[in-house]
């Protein structure tokens, strides 16, 4: 898609057109459940929490200045939508890891076991870096539209992806033991 | 296969999918669901104000119109005041209807 269609799709959106929004809905869900399923852990709170960033968006809209893409824009929403219900919660990392502890008990295949340590291993990183990691590592999202994303300096992002990868690298290498 | 190659494989295994007709769809009826109660939000906030309005306005009508000594004064505002009532309840009905038809 052109940035030129996404422009009248965002336009056509504003104005209330329904079509044109769940077309924008429909290119970038992929990207921002993704992120989300990263970050969370949890698949349908990750889905939710898409699901509530995309409203979000559509009601506002017109705050949309075209700064950074609409990708960029909604993945910040949702970031933000998951941080604070993980605030609020008072969710701890030992409760995700014991989420991932649960998945690892039906690990079977060589692949499975290595998304459940990888599971373990991303509730363990702390929370920026973990967004980070899902953004550049999980969905390809460039070093500075992650640092657009969740507001950071680009050489922390920067860091912070070189770290992350280490410590999952890391993970997955204990896993072999 | 490299550690690399194994992390890559295991974080596609998070994928969304491509195309997800149902995520779409639940996305415009949570939509939907929001416009609807901001819609009923607005619409009891709105009936409050007025209610509250017309009940202050009667008070004060009934306090002056009591003060009032000929009674032929009163009797041609307040029959005013329930003509204006009428019309104005005719047409927020009418437009109410009208919403619903178009």
Redesign the interface.
């Known amino acids: 898609m052109t940035s030129n269609d996404e422009t009248r799709l965002i336009a056509a959106a504003r104005r209330g057109e ?1 079509r044109a ?2 077309s924008l ?2 290119r970038h ?2 990207a ?3 992120f989300l ?2 970050f969370s852990g949890d ?1 349908s709170e990750a ?1 939710d929490h ?3 960033a ?2 979000t968006a ?2 506002r809209l017109d705050r949309f200045e075209g700064k950074s893409s609409f990708r960029t824009w909604v993945c910040g929403i949702a970031y933000r939508i998951a941080r604070d219900a993980r605030r609020a919660r008072g969710r701890s990392a030992a409760r995700e890891t014991d989420w991932a502890e649960s998945q690892a008990s039906m690990a079977t295949a060589p ?1 499975h076991e ?2 459940i ?2 599971a373990a291993a991303m509730a363990e990183l702390p929370e920026q870096q973990r967004a980070v990691v899902a953004l550049c ?2 969905e390809g999202f460039s070093h500075s539209e992650a640092a657009s994303i969740l507001n950071l300096p680009l050489g922390t992002v920067k860091s912070h992806v070189t770290r992350g ?1 280490e410590k ?2 890391e993970a ?2 204990d896993g072999d033991e | 296969m490299s550690d690399q190659s194994r992390l890559e494989r295991a974080f596609a295994a998070s994928a969304a999918p491509a195309r997800d007709a149902r995520f779409v769809l639940a996305v415009l009826e949570r939509a939907e669901r929001e416009r609807f109660r901001r819609a009923a939000l607005h619409s009891a906030v709105r009936g409050a104000v007025l209610t509250s309005g017309a009940a202050a306005a009667l008070v004060m009508l009934t306090g002056w119109a009591a003060a009032q000594p000929a009674p032929v004064i009163t009797e041609g505002v307040f029959s005013a005041v329930a003509l204006l009532a009428a019309v104005g309840a005719a047409r927020l009905f009418a437009a109410r209807v009208g919403a619903r038809t178009a």
Request: overall charge positive; proline content about 0%.
């Open positions: 329904t929004f769940a809905v429909e869900q992929q921002v459940r993704g399923r990263r698949w889905d898409a699901q509530e995309f409203v559509w009601r692949a290595d998304r340590s990888l590592l999980g990868r999952l690298l997955l290498g």
